[in-house]
């Protein structure tokens, strides 16, 4: 696995087969609480040896419901990993994986790791928020997700927009330094440190185009 900064770990990329311009990681969060496997990529398998050597999966999260047809259930049965998602999602991803725990509401995992639910892309997404110690890292999977190095947004023909706006503007005002989403152009970064006022700028640029009705 690719470290990415002290503690966080990428599998290797992998293409999204209906749009092979980008590619997705799953994440791995070393703690001394038990690691966090957050998002899902089929690479990941290939890397068993070093997720082992950095200490297996203790808890596995989605932040919507697509990232489930991406990787099989092998976590689950090699870590015994329970896996979490947001029970709005929880029907569509038990068709192809096997759903431990639900929530639906915004909670905490030890004193470091937030779950908080911002639905609009999927009625169940839901971003994470972990302080690594050195910095607040920020997992927003496609609610906000890195196209030619610009953020934007998922507006699918599903989404709900005004929820995706609600959400967004929740998002803008966490307290984070970097950001990882689920998937970002081929080639380029899969995550960005950032300050809050370069944050905030690039927030507010996606939701000047999502109130205009666009899907980025």
Known sequence: MDAVIPGLYASAPVPLPFDTSLAIRAFLLQRSQGNLLVYRADTLEREI????????????????????????????????????VHEADAPEVSKSAHVDE????????????EVIPTPGHTGGATAFLWDSGPHRCLFTGDTIYFRGGEWVAAVLGFSDRERYIESLELIRELDFDVIVPWAATVGEPAHAVIDRSEAERRIDAILERVRRGEEH
């Open 49 to 84: 040896e070093a997720v082992s050597e950095l200490g297996g999966v203790a808890r596995q999260y989605l932040n919507h419901r697509h990232e489930a047809s991406f990787s099989s259930d092998w976590v689950a049965r090699t870590f015994r990993a329970p896996l979490a």
């Open 102 to 113: 639900t929530f639906s509401e915004r909670h905490r995992l030890g004193d470091d790791f």
